[in-house]
Every structure is written in C-alpha cells, then in structure tokens.
C-alpha cells in the first residue's frame, strides 16, 4: 500500500520535549487505570508480556517475547481506543493500517528528533524542521506491502474520568470504561530495509541536523515501531 498523506510531526517533537521538562511532575500526579477484563481475565491468567511492553512503551522486549526474529522481519504495532471491541478489531485490522504505518514512521521520527537535536542552539530551529519535514514526506512516500499479522489482543480499562478527584466517596459515574485492541504485523526484513534505504537515500543531505536525523532512523526504525505514544501521567495495574 502506498502512504499518500503528509503527517507533520512538528506538534510531536515539541511534546516528546515537553513530557520531559514536566517528568518529575507528571509522576507526583499520576493516573491510576485498572484492567477490568481482557482475556483469561476470570481465570488469572497473566498478560502477555508484548502487551505489557506496548503500553509501557518497551519496543524492546516485544520481539522478544513473541520469539520473533528482527534479523528475519521487521515488526509493527498498531492500537486503537474505543467503546465497540468489534468495530476497533476490523478497523484497526483492516481500515486503519495505513495511517497506522505513518503514524509509527512520523512518531519515531519526532523521538529521534528529539534525541538528536537535544540540546542545539535554537538558531537552528529552521534547519531542525526542514530535517524533520523532509525526512516525513520521505517516508510518507514509502510503499509498505506484505504485512503479516502475528498477534492481537484486547484490553478493558476503568479509569477516573477526566477532571474528577477519586476519593473514598467516589462512584462509578466517577470513571470511564474503555477497550483498547493492539495487534502485531510484520514483514520481510529485507524488503522492508530496502524499501526504507531507498527513502533516506532520497532525502537530500543539505544539512548537518539532516544528516544527523537520517543517521539515528537508519537504526531507529529498524526497531520494532509502536504507534501508541507513552503516556508518563498514567500508571497501569496489572
């Protein structure tokens, strides 16, 4: 399939450097939410280890714990949020996949961004966008085909409803029930890398900070790709 739109991660990278400058805070305040069913739920079974990964954000241990080779296939993670299981299954599997793919490219480039172009003198800030619009629409134009879905899996969370204090007092009008549905593509390493080379090769090296951003997403997106963002004010009980 071909990615056709333009995703803009300007808005990303000033978060990913946001959510750090108010760590400290967002720890002190955050949100509790409570697993009420997923699968196996009534017979205590544990979560997958891959699902504990996506939502804590560890692309690392995904491979890993479904024993797929990276050197072999490349591995995305789609999720979608919702009160209808049903529809984010067939949405999520079938509808969505191709804005998922951008999703997953524009958000690892906005954290490598970040990473990079950490601690550069503001005067740069032109130079630091064109990099990352250039690498985007670069990838956007990435023509993504063979995927092979591996896992999926679902969750229902309870959470406190946005602006309300939970207290001894509190009832459930008090919280919100919601799913949310992950599952795991992959596709051939080889095409996918030579697919991917192609993409930053064509992106013109008319800068230092975009020579600096193609260097970290040449590993970078060769990880597995999660297209769902951490969230630092939210804590999950498993």
Request: aromatic share 10%; glycine share 6%; hydrophobic share 40%.
């Amino acid at each position: 399939m071909k990615i056709k739109k333009f995703f803009s991660v300007a808005c990303l990278f000033v978060l990913v450097g946001s959510s750090l400058a108010f760590a400290k805070k967002a720890k002190d305040e955050k949100v509790k939410i409570e697993i009420v069913n997923r699968p196996g739920f009534a017979l205590g079974t544990d979560i997958p280890g891959w699902v504990e990964a996506v939502l804590e954000g560890d692309n690392k241990s995904i491979a890993k714990s479904l024993k797929i080779d990276q050197k072999e296939y490349q591995i995305f993670v789609f999720s979608n949020q919702g009160d209808d299981l049903e529809f984010l299954k067939t949405w999520t599997d079938q509808v969505d996949v191709q804005r998922q793919v951008a999703n997953s490219f524009s958000m690892a480039v906005g954290q490598s961004a970040n990473a990079v172009f950490s601690g550069s003198s503001s005067g740069k800030e032109t130079q630091r966008q064109q990099a990352i619009d250039q690498t985007v629409k670069a990838l956007s134009a990435m023509e993504i085909n063979g995927l092979l879905k591996e896992a999926q899996y679902w969750v229902q969370f309870k959470k406190p409803k946005q602006g309300i204090k939970i207290t001894k007092k509190s009832t459930e009008k008090d919280f919100e029930y919601y799913y949310e549905y992950y599952v795991v593509f992959t596709m051939k390493r080889e095409i996918y890398d030579n697919q991917l080379e192609a993409a930053l090769n064509g992106i013109e090296d008319n800068a230092s900070e975009t020579v600096l951003l193609k260097k970290a997403l040449s590993e970078n997106l060769r990880a597995p790709l999660i297209d769902k963002p951490v969230d630092p004010a939210v804590e999950y009980e498993f």
